[in-house]
């Protein structure tokens, strides 16, 4: 059975036409399913017999709150949500001066093996759909009892590994029948698959695009993020001046502080270098301690030492705020835990 949800609207139309429903149907449905109904009777302005029939041969999926954790520190809400086939992925709600901004997952899983990052603990295990990316957005929502204003794909999972359905989903929540996030509120977050990045500078959506950099040479990149080895560092940031000539958006780098491993001042020079002539934005973000390995956050003053040297080579440079910390609200460590205790 079909899954509504993951339908463009277009691909909607034809399914429909398909049924020998006039095209008009598909405006009805499609802002049906971006308000978030569960079930086909919710569908009021559809005549029973047409919901009767979409019933049998399609479904709305959900995604249930499998656990929900509020800081106490901030506003900041962590969830893990169960999909329909039982399988787990992660987001959060963090709430902001402009609005309240939600960060999804995209696989279950993660086959990039970044060695700081939890969610790639264990491989990845499938691609989620359009559909199933729009549940999460739908699911916090619901639960906040709040517009979300922005999207930020940074949890867990590759965006451009999952190219196809992440593009649909961009598209979907875009749609002003829909949820109608437009493109310049959703930031798309990439280890750096060239190739990929190559292929969404040709759509030019006005998306921010974030690139896990992380290191400025090949022999500490490679050493933490096994992509560097088929992408390396040179040819990931020539990608990124192509992806800014093509769309004239500004990059942000996304660079995880390592404490004695990426965070020297000669570090900081080298990422200045290669990076100065390009139109874009460092955000640094000390390390999550994960258990399976020794990572530690740098000290502040090397952290500060770090910043001094990119601010000094005129780079734009800002500290992820921390937020949900005393949730474990980097993604990743949910579902692990879940994994652990589903196990033992």
Known sequence: MQNLKDFTYQELEEFLTKMGEPRFRAKQIFSWLGRGVTSFDEMTNLSKALREKLEQISF????????KYCSKLDQTRKYLLKLEDGNMVECVAMYYKHGITVCISCQVGCRMGCKFCASTIGGKV????????LDEVLTVQHDVGERISNIVMMGIGEP?????NVI??????GHPDGLNIGYRHI???TCGLVDRITKLAELNLPITLSVSLHAPT???RSRIMPVNQKYPVDTLIEACKKYIEKTNRRISFEYAIIDHVNDSEEMA???AKKIKPLLCHVNLIPVNHVEENDFQKP???RLKQFMAVLESQGINVTVRRELGSDIAASCGQLRRAQEQKSKG
């Open 60 to 67: 709305i999926s959900r995604a249930e709150i499998a656990q």
């Open 299 to 301: 000290s502040k003053e």
């Open 168 to 173: 649909k989903f961009l598209k979907n929540v």
């Open 269 to 271: 020079h080298i990422l």
């Open 160 to 164: 451009l590994d999952n190219f196809d």
């Open 187 to 189: 930031s798309l977050s």
């Open 218 to 220: 090949d022999e500490v």
């Open 126 to 133: 499938r691609d989620l759909t359009a559909g199933e990316m």
